[in-house]
């Protein structure tokens, strides 16, 4: 198994900053994820990031506007910027480790755009 | 491509209830599946998985099989309890999707003494 932080937790930002949220695993993991929970809506892929390379957007995100990092194999960072209201969803992180096909996922950052 | 249906919520049941919540699937391949928990103010946690066809998943009492020919992955338990009131996800990631979750659209469950 991985536990999977998350930092912040939560924030309140206003239209038109960014926000950087980072993804920590406590071992090494072969794939990390993004995903957005939008209110009261189920979960939707963001990315999976890459390590060591770019990451690979579904359809409807774009590194412009959601860029992620991966320098290594415990780490990940997402980034929301140009922050508008409809950005305001819980992000979430996760993990899959290497011969299970089992997903964990960290707590979540609760984002509201003002 | 790959998608989850799940039955509308919300859900209310008395306790020990009979539990049913329906997922059905489409895939080009030969998906895992799973089932996922959201306990009220808490993060997204694993219930129970398949990985092929026949398989049975259980955890906490609740239990879900693999079903290829229905294509589908219902989720029962015989008796609730107040405690498992939250959003439960079905959700199926195979190699097209490159091990991402697809999700369903959740089942809200409120179980009342």
């Known amino acids: 198994s991985a536990v999977i932080s998350q930092k912040p937790s939560r924030d309140i930002c206003q239209r038109g900053t960014s926000l950087t949220i980072q993804c920590q695993v406590d071992?090494?993991?072969?794939?990390m994820f993004w995903y957005r929970q939008q209110p009261g809506q189920s979960l939707t892929l963001i990315a999976t990031a890459n390590q060591g390379s770019e990451a690979t957007y579904e359809s409807g995100f774009v590194i412009d506007k959601f860029p992620i990092s991966r320098p290594n194999l415990t780490f990940s960072t997402l980034t929301v910027s140009n922050m508008s209201p409809e950005d305001s969803s819980i992000y979430l992180c996760?993990?899959?480790?290497?011969?299970?096909?089992?997903?964990?996922f960290g707590p979540g950052t609760r984002l509201t755009v003002l | 491509g790959d998608s989850v249906t799940q039955m509308e919520g919300p859900v209310t049941l008395s306790e020990e209830a009979f539990l049913t919540i329906n997922c059905t699937y489409t895939a080009t391949g030969y998906p895992s599946l799973f089932w996922y928990v959201q306990y009220p103010g808490e993060g997204l946690q694993l219930l129970l998985k398949?990985?092929?066809?026949?398989d049975k998943g259980s955890n906490k009492g609740f239990e879900a099989t693999y079903r290829k020919e229905t294509t589908s992955f219902h989720l029962e338990k015989g008796s609730v309890q107040v405690s498992d009131s939250a959003v439960y996800f079905c959700?199926?990631?195979?190699?097209?999707?490159?091990?991402?979750?697809?999700f369903g659209k959740g089942t809200s469950l409120l179980v009342t003494p």
């Open positions: 959700a199926l990631s195979d190699l097209s999707s490159g091990y991402a979750l697809n």
């Open positions: 398949a990985t092929k066809a026949d």
């Open positions: 996760s993990a899959l480790t290497g011969g299970s096909n089992e997903q964990f």
């Open positions: 071992s090494q993991v072969t794939m």
